[in-house]
């Protein structure tokens, strides 16, 4: 995966030279019918359950989505992708699980 560093924002520069760029940025007018995903949402958790994330815990997810021929790309994992955590007091970030990808 290759990352375009123009739009990446150098955090370690003082806070008053920052300057934020959001040209990117575009509102949308979407709207939500809160009604219809509550209902959705309980038909989903009636014929799926929710999947523990290969033991992780606190992981909670119904995939919707499947790579298709590869039943477990919605098991544990290959549900999950790559995420990055601070997992002590160093404050060091690093990155766990595996990538996925995203294109298939």
């Known amino acids: ?3 375009n560093n123009t739009k990446v924002v150098d955090l370690n520069i003082k806070k008053d ?10 509102k949308q ?8 995903l509550q209902e959705a949402y309980n038909q ?3 014929i799926k ?6 033991g992780v815990t606190h992981f909670g997810a119904i995939s ?11 098991k544990g994992s290959k549900a999950r992708g790559v995420y ?8 060091k ?3 766990r699980d595996v990538e996925i990808d995203e294109s298939a």
């Open 1 to 3: 995966m290759t990352i």
């Open 49 to 54: 359950k929710f999947d523990d994330g290969g």
């Open 64 to 74: 919707l989505t499947q790579i298709p021929g590869d039943p477990d790309s919605i």
């Open 44 to 46: 989903i958790v009636q």
């Open 84 to 91: 990055w955590t601070k997992p002590d007091k160093t404050g």
């Open 93 to 95: 970030e690093v990155s």
């Open 29 to 36: 007018n979407i709207k939500f019918d809160i009604n219809k």
């Open 17 to 26: 030279d920052r300057v934020l760029d959001f040209s990117d940025f575009q």
